[in-house]
């Protein structure tokens, strides 16, 4: 499951504003937080595409969402070091 950044803060147990300066220090994002271009086509994040329709303006406003993967989350609590323990898988059925 991917996840962008507020949903990661809040699996490591962190605020997602303290986990932004974080990737801003082991330079993960850049200074106005976009992906740095050296973790663009790592395993572990990747940017989101998105679009919103703007009513005021009468037409679709594009932005990205970095996104976190399983593999992401694991390395961020390694480089942070911070213990995730692993939550059972909810009964779909």
Known sequence: MH???N??????GLKPHHL???L???????QI??????HREGP???VQPRSRWNPSIQTY?????????EDGIAWL???LAIQIRKMPLKNVA
């Open 3 to 5: 996840r962008d950044i």
């Open 20 to 22: 932004r300066k974080k």
């Open 77 to 79: 609590a390694k480089q």
């Open 61 to 69: 406003s594009h932005y990205a969402v970095v996104m976190i993967t």
């Open 7 to 12: 949903q990661a803060a809040a699996l490591l």
């Open 24 to 30: 801003r220090e082991i330079g993960v994002l850049t």
């Open 33 to 38: 937080g976009e992906l740095h271009c050296k």
């Open 44 to 46: 572990n994040f990747f």
